[in-house]
Every structure is written in C-alpha cells, then in structure tokens.
C-alpha cells in the first residue's frame, strides 16, 4: 500500500471513529424528556409507529423517528402488547423499552361519569381494580386526608355522597380504598375553588348545600342549557316554602344509589324518608350523586326568573310559572 493510500485510509478511519463516537455519546443520552410522570395507555396490538407518534404527541421524546430507529434496531416488537405505564422523567430509552416490553401494567384507568353514585362508584373500582366494593362503601368524611370545606351530616346513606368528583383516573396499581378516596376528593377540592366557597356563603349556604343542589340538577338536567333555569326553579321554591317534588331524590330515597327506576309510581311518591322531596320540605339531608363542575356553578349562579315547576317533553324540559299552566304541560307532554 502507498504512503499516499495509507494517508487516506488512516483520514477515513479517524472520521469513521469520530463518527462512531459521537452517535454513541448521542444514543447514551437518549431520554425521555417528560419532566413529570407521565400516564401512557397503550392499546393492544398497536404499531411501533403509531406508539412512537403517541410518545411524541405526549411530550414524552421529542423525535419520534429517533425513537422509531432505536426501538426497531433494540428489538421492540411491530405490534405492542398493550397495557398501562407511568414514564418516570429522564427515563433512558432503553429502560423505555424494557418497560413497554413488559407485560405488567403500573396504573388502572377508571372513568366516573357525572350522576354515578357513591354506590356505583365502589361497583365501578371493585370491577377495574383491586378494591372491594364493600371497604369502599364504608368510607366516611374522616377518612379524607386534607378537608376544610366539607361536613359530616346526619342522616346520609353515605357521608362522602356527592364529594367525590366525576373525571377519569389513573389509579396506581396497590391502591388501598382510602387512596382512591382522596384522590377523588382532591379533584373534587380543585374544582370547588375557594371562589365557589365565598360564593356559597354570599347565598347563605354551605358546600354540603350547594353540592345536595347541584346533584339534584346533574340527575334532572337533560342537557347544559337548561341547569341554571332548573336551579332557578329550585330557590324559587326553597323560598316559597314549597315543597322541592324531585323524582330523582325519590328514586335516590328508595334505592340508596345502587338501582335506577324508569318511571316513579304514586306510591313511591309517598315513601317515608328523608331524601323524598314529595313530603319533606326543604333540600334532603345530602347529595344524590356525583355532581360535574356545570351542575355546580348551576347551582351557585341559578337563573333568576319566575318558573315554579317543569315537565319533560322529550328533548329537554318545558317550565311553567303556575300550576294551571304545569297541568296543561303535563297532559301534553306525559302520555
């Protein structure tokens, strides 16, 4: 080989060592760049490119085709398993892939819709995760690690009713009943800001009252346009001294929250319990069920007008001011 050829060669492997190096140094330092835990929900049998876009659309890498390249090259499968990860931050990738690669999920994914009960929120865990439904159910106001704005009532089928917030979770595998409790309850905390407190004692209540209001609104609300006119409604019979007549708290009454009834018959009606707005003046002794943050303000900023009573007609409710005119909605609408 000739001096000239030697140069060349020696040149080339200098640049290819060089190279080599840096994308090593390069590939070393791939992390992740989520700066909290971050919740992944993969779906079975997804492609390694769809999971790569999905990385990249929840700020966890920052290229998916860098990702894409090294996932590929270390041997993570075209189609995924699926399951639920947490993504703690920096995590390198290769510990990204052992973990996808694993077959062991780290959270359950439990979604509480607006108007579940307590009673079916405790269903709803006992089916998704490894709480029993009955452990649950036996939780109270002092079992709530950090609460200043809610208090325990007397006469209530169960004291957290109604203070544990509709929304969708990611409950850590290990759970224990308390834990999901709280969890629950905080959303509910931030939700229920410090303007919705002040606002509560600006009209003479309590969060256990704004919140029994709001939860009657949630179960007879059929659509957002129509729950601050329903909360209207509501006051403007407190203040007549009129009874509230609520089919949702009779069913709530007999039920306890664990059934529904679809249509309430005369002789529900006149059930003797507290929660039966049809023979008990005033709100019933506490919420009916879990209440969403439209329902709240509802009930915090109802509408002001003269409407005493409303029907359904099917797509929503007709409201009347006076009894005569309630009796021809109801013969109209009710077959």
Known sequence: MSKKNIIIFSIILAVVLICTGVIFKYVK????INEDNAYLVVKSESSLKDLSQQ???KSIIKFKNVF??????NGLSEKMN??????????????LILKLQSEESDFSVVTIPEGFTFYQIAERLEKNTGIKKQDFLRLGIGDLVSNNIVSKKN?????????????TYYIPNGSNDKDVANLMFNRFRDVFSQKYVNRSKELGLNTNDIITIASLIEKEAANDSERKKIAGVIYNRIKKDMLLQIDASVIYAITKGESII????????KVKNLYNTY???GLPPGPIGATGKPSIEAALYPEEHD???????GEGHVFSKTYEEHLSNVKKYIK
């Open 29 to 32: 330092k791939l992390n992740t």
């Open 155 to 167: 006469n209530t089928y169960y004291e957290l009713e109604g203070f544990l917030y509709p929304d």
């Open 262 to 269: 679809d249509k309430v018959s005369y002789n529900d009606l």
């Open 82 to 95: 699926g399951g639920n990860f947490v993504i703690r931050p920096n995590t390198s990738y290769k510990d």
């Open 55 to 57: 990385l990249k659309d």
């Open 307 to 313: 409407y005493l009573y409303y029907v359904a007609n």
């Open 68 to 73: 894409f390249i090294y996932a590929k090259v």
């Open 279 to 281: 023979i008990n003046k």
